[in-house]
């Protein structure tokens, strides 16, 4: 007679290898059996999620959610929250309850008035995001600095000026985001008592960013490291003033271009400044292309180089992780071959849009990836290029295929651990 085994009597090497090949669905299924499911299914995910959002997770009920956030809502850091009150599952109950160690959280389409109580009880909170949907706050603000007083980075959008003005007393705070339009004393009030200040991220910025509030900045957060911000009428040669600024993220308008490069140039922002995404993607000449490549420490470029001679001359930068281009549709391959080349650590690279760029760039690329001395893979993103589709498939394996991906979709946005930039084409037709 054959002999009959239970499950419950595998090895546990056994019993991991079988949820390995489970969904995460039929894994929380299994661990709600018995003990010794939860167990394995706590082993294989002990390293798992510490950060979590809501809509790219496949758990469709809420008891799959109850159980995963019971089992590893602990384990948790970062979460983000996209489901507004019309959904069927609402976490944020589940979330105040077992995210015991949660030190950010964005909400961003749920009703303030629903999610105000449970977000106060999130004590171990350092980083709020809050999108004020349906403009429902109660005295948000407030209430986060008496019931949050670990938090150190705040977030704030679709918020009224009012309750804005309340940010001021968060003098602590090391970063700001402020998505809304104030007025240019209300700014000055809001920033002015923080010191601390690390990093602070601004939309449309034309009301209230004034260059005596750019002045006031860079005297008053001298610790301001990040600056993003769009449109704004203020005299950006101020920008070089900033004693520690590492990425700066801005629209500069045409008849400003190359005297901004310039006072880069020489100021400390020559060996400090890794980040600089110029908005809009307008074009950048030969002379301002000069300047760029002056500054040696950058990891993150953003521009649109008009020809091969801006492009020759960004080459002389050699820091470079990720470099977008995209839409600059006069550059050919040789000089951008080159650039690639002359930087090992280049991971990211958006060409969509340029035109010129054909087979015998991938060719040279693969060529001086195999030379690398470092083993760092590199993304192309190559939408509306003339390069073929099937070029990949084409080539014979000696060349390092591995190492180079190949997209012909747009980008998603360039990510490191700290920073993100959409990367979005832009398409302005004052710029071509």
């Not at 669905?25 to 059996?33: F, M, N, V």
């Not at 995001?129 to 959008?157: C, F, M, Q």
Request: hydrophobic letters at 40%; charged letters at 25%; a neutral charge.
């Amino acid at each position: 007679m054959a002999r009959i085994t239970s499950i419950l009597d595998l090895d546990p090497s056994c019993l991991l290898f079988i949820i390995k090949l489970l969904s995460l669905e039929d894994q929380l299924h299994l661990a709600r059996c018995c003990r010794l499911f939860r167990d394995a299914f706590l082993h294989l995910h002990r390293h798992h999620f510490q950060e979590v959002v809501d809509k790219d997770t496949s758990l469709r009920t809420l008891e799959d959610w109850h159980t995963f956030l019971w089992l590893c809502g602990s384990r948790i850091r970062i979460l983000e929250s996209h489901f507004d009150d019309d959904h069927p599952l609402q976490l944020l109950p589940l979330i105040s309850r077992h995210c015991y160690r949660l030190e950010g959280i964005s909400i961003h389409n749920a009703t303030v008035a629903r999610a105000q109580p449970y977000l106060l009880r999130m004590c171990s909170l350092r980083k709020v995001h809050v999108r004020n949907y349906k403009s429902t706050s109660k005295d948000l603000v407030g209430a986060i600095r008496v019931n949050l007083p670990l938090v150190t980075s705040l977030s704030l959008e679709s918020f009224d000026r009012r309750e804005l003005q309340e940010v001021r007393h968060f003098s602590e705070l090391l970063e700001l985001g402020l998505y809304d339009e104030v007025t240019v004393s209300e700014f000055a009030t809001i920033v002015k008592p923080m010191r601390q200040l690390r990093c602070l991220q601004l939309r449309n910025a034309k009301r209230f960013l004034s260059t005596s509030n750019l002045r006031m900045l860079a005297t008053n957060c001298r610790k301001l490291e990040k600056l993003t911000f769009h449109d704004c009428d203020a005299d950006l040669l101020v920008l070089p003033q900033f004693a520690n600024l590492k990425y700066l993220q801005i629209y500069c308008p045409e008849e400003m271009k190359t005297r901004f490069f310039k006072a880069l140039t020489k100021s400390h922002c020559s060996t400090q400044l890794e980040y600089l995404i110029l908005h809009r993607k307008r074009w950048i000449d030969e002379e301002q292309a000069q300047y760029i490549s002056v500054l040696k420490s950058l990891r993150w470029l953003v521009c649109k180089p008009r020809d091969d001679l801006c492009v020759r001359h960004l080459s002389e930068l050699k820091q470079l992780e990720c470099l977008s281009v995209q839409a600059a549709r006069e550059i050919g391959e040789t000089q951008l071959s080159l650039l690639v080349a002359n930087n090992e650590r280049l991971r990211y690279l958006n060409l969509c849009y340029c035109l010129g760029i054909t087979d015998a760039f991938v060719l040279e690329t693969l060529g001086s990836l195999s030379k690398r001395s470092v083993q760092q893979p590199l993304e192309i993103y190559a939408a509306a290029t003339d390069i073929r589709h099937d070029i990949m498939e084409r080539l014979p394996h000696e060349f390092p295929l591995k190492m180079l991906g190949l997209n012909f979709e747009c980008s998603d946005g360039m990510t490191s651990r700290e920073h993100f930039y959409a990367d979005e084409p832009e398409f302005d037709r004052q710029a071509v």
